[in-house]
């Protein structure tokens, strides 16, 4: 079946310094979403990728979509303490409603 | 206020006694699931329903049964709990977009259950 994994598993930045976390699918993907959930919370949505090479920003976050479709990237500017949080891509293939979530990159920002 | 509201939010229960967890949205979505999330494992999709009567396995389905009579209501039914169904259970809603696709999903609050 299709899996999703995210690199890193848990990544600890000192606030201020900048933070990246990589998605990658086993097959091809017909779009890629992407969650934050705070500690204790629920995830939330924030973003959905569609074309192949699309770049979206909101603020300081940028996301990307891969040429080839199969992987993601959400990278993030000078973090801040509100940026911690479990930041996971959720991938669907063409074709198909289910949607599978990556394993999840935990963030730490140290102040 | 548009929201998923998931019943209860803690649980412990013995093995084998049968519960149910509720799910209601109330943004007249067609989407709805159910995951459950462990420590490195992520959000795994239990079941999901496209729309009124219509169900379908995810990923890990086994032990487990849910229904869709309504179209706001979706619960998740473990006829006969056990230990390793342990975990945080979000239900998540969404609208459909083209090609019947879920669009972004609108979580739950979770509901934590621990099976002694």
């Known amino acids: 079946g299709q899996q999703v994994m995210q690199i890193p598993q848990y990544q600890h930045v000192q606030e201020g310094e900048d933070f990246t976390t990589y998605c990658n699918s086993s097959?091809?993907?017909?779009?890629i979403q992407w969650y934050k959930q705070r500690p204790g919370g629920h995830p939330v949505f924030l973003i959905q990728?569609?074309?192949?090479?699309e770049v979206k920003k909101q603020k300081r976050l940028t996301f990307q979509f891969g040429e080839a479709k199969k992987n993601s990237s959400l990278h993030i500017t000078a973090t801040q303490t509100t940026d911690v949080g479990t930041y996971f891509c959720?991938?669907?293939?063409?074709?198909?409603?289910?949607?599978?979530f990556g394993t999840g990159t935990k963030l730490q920002v140290i102040p | 206020e548009a929201q998923v509201t998931q019943n209860p939010r803690y649980l412990i229960t013995v093995t084998g006694k049968k519960l149910t967890v509720t799910c209601s949205q109330n943004?007249?979505?067609?989407?709805m699931s159910w995951y459950r999330q462990d420590p490195g494992l992520g959000l795994r999709q239990i079941y999901y329903?496209?729309?009124?009567?219509?169900?379908d396995k995810g990923d890990v389905p086994e032990g487990y049964k849910v229904s869709r009579k309504e179209k706001r209501n979706f619960p998740l039914i473990l006829e006969s709990p056990s230990p390793n169904q342990t975990s945080l259970y979000f239900c998540?809603?969404?609208?459909?977009?083209?090609?019947?696709?879920?669009?972004?999903?609108?979580f739950g609050s979770g509901t934590r259950l621990t099976v002694v």
């Open positions: 998540a809603s969404s609208s459909l977009q083209g090609a019947g696709a879920p669009y972004g999903y609108t």
């Open positions: 097959t091809t993907l017909s779009n």
């Open positions: 990728l569609v074309k192949s090479g």
């Open positions: 959720a991938g669907r293939r063409g074709g198909y409603q289910k949607v599978t």
């Open positions: 943004m007249n979505h067609e989407y």
């Open positions: 329903s496209m729309n009124v009567e219509v169900t």
